[in-house]
């Protein structure tokens, strides 16, 4: 079974740090560019983050570059996403997603997605 599973979020004062995981099984990752995506209440889904199939390319959000750092370790399987500085209005459901080919910043374009975990930043 295809599964993505998310993990690490949580409530954090602003100027924290949350280290989000994504695991995968049922296939292998290195196989896949993820992407990581949020979504805010009454907003619509935006794209954070993505890293290649051999992890040897990323890239970044405006919003985040400098602050959020993605990584992929192929032998866990599992794609990290660590967040620093964080800031109220990093506060979103956030999704990691896998696509068969390069990153991409449209989120239809992605076969497999995780269930969420929420984000909340807030004093």
């Known amino acids: 079974q295809v599964q993505l599973v998310e993990s690490g979020g949580g409530l954090v004062q602003p100027g924290g740090s949350l280290r989000l995981s994504c695991a995968a099984s049922?296939?292998?990752?290195?196989?896949?560019?993820i992407g990581w995506f949020r979504q805010a209440p009454g907003k619509e889904r935006e794209g954070v983050s993505c890293?290649?199939?051999?992890?040897?390319?990323?890239n970044y959000a405006d919003s985040v570059k400098g602050r959020f750092t993605i990584s992929k370790d192929n032998a866990k399987n599992t794609v990290y996403l660590q967040m620093n500085s964080l800031k109220p209005e990093d506060t979103a459901v956030y999704y990691c997603?896998?696509?068969?080919?390069?990153?991409?910043?449209?989120?239809?374009?992605?076969?497999?997605w995780g269930q969420g975990t929420q984000v909340t930043v807030s004093s």
């Open positions: 997603a896998a696509r068969a080919f390069g990153c991409s910043d449209y989120a239809g374009s992605y076969t497999y």
């Open positions: 049922g296939f292998t990752l290195s196989y896949y560019a």
């Open positions: 890293i290649s199939r051999t992890g040897g390319s990323t």
